[in-house]
Antibody, heavy 125, light 110 residues
Framework: QITLKESGPTLVKPTQTLTLTCTFS??????????VGWIRQPPGKALEWLAL???????RYRPSLKSRLTITKDTSKNQVVLRMTNMDPVDTATYYC?????????????????WGQGTLVTVSS | QSALTQPASVSGSPGQSITISCTGT?????????VSWYQQHPGKAPKLMIY???NRPSGVSNRFSGSKSGNTASLTISGLQAEDEADYYC??????????FGGGTKLTVL
């Protein structure tokens, strides 16, 4: 059974760096054809993809936020960490991590088939 | 990377069928058969309903189906039920090896 859970601060101040941890079970990020992604959702708004890391350490980022995002994996701890610098009130959102099953190895294409419950992060002074 | 275009809302009566469209470009929806659809109830995490345009994960009702024509993908829900009332999002991989979501569609079951 695959499960994921996000953890991190619920409140950050503007200009601070946000660090979120996704702790998962039921799969390993050292296994082929697996990825973990981060997706956020501002209150009342749409889902927004942020970043992806793959079993082979390939990493991808949302182009408009690439300079602010870093995604890393710790396969020994079954964790994926997302760092977002220079937080702003517009970054207030529920942040989800999700398991990606890869079915096209060449492009790393697949679908987010398991999601964490999400964690609400508020950016305010 | 612009969001995929979905209608803001659709509605239907119990038992009816509805279709939600998801329009992108040849660099995303039109270029890859990696369109997914997610259902999200209020306060809950999204749930995968359709992947690779038309495949249903195990456990998802066969009332849900997906298709694609050109740059537009579609989600059809037949035999509408009250429990189908939720927000629906499409997503696609892109030629830049990134992921893009749609703006979401609120389904109301009348």
């Amino acid at each position: 059974q695959i499960t994921l859970k996000e953890s991190g601060p619920t409140l950050v101040k503007p200009t601070q760096t946000l660090t979120l941890t996704c702790t998962f079970s039921g799969f390993s990020l050292s296994t082929s054809a697996v990825g973990v992604g981060w997706i956020r959702q501002p209150p009342g708004k749409a889902l927004e993809w942020l970043a992806l890391t793959y079993w082979d350490d390939d990493k991808r980022y949302r182009p408009s936020l690439k300079s602010r995002l870093t995604i890393t994996k710790d396969t020994s701890k079954n964790q994926v960490v997302l760092r977002m610098t220079n937080m702003d009130p517009v970054d207030t959102a529920t942040y989800y991590c999700a398991h990606l099953t890869v079915t096209n190895w060449i492009g790393g294409l697949g679908q987010f088939d398991y999601w964490g419950q999400g964690t609400l992060v508020t950016v305010s002074s | 990377q612009s969001a995929l275009t979905q209608p803001a809302s659709v509605s239907g009566s119990p038992g009816q069928s509805i279709t939600i469209s998801c329009t992108g470009t040849s660099s995303d929806v039109g270029g890859y058969n990696y369109v997914s659809w997610y259902q999200q109830h209020p306060g809950k995490a999204p749930k995968l309903m359709i992947y690779e345009v038309s495949n249903r994960p195990s456990g998802v009702s066969n009332r849900f189906s997906g298709s694609k024509s050109g740059n537009t993908a579609s989600l059809t829900i037949s035999g509408l039920q009250a429990e189908d009332e939720a927000d629906y999002y499409c997503s696609s991989f892109t030629s830049s090896s990134t992921v893009v979501f749609g703006g979401g569609t609120k389904l109301t079951v009348l």
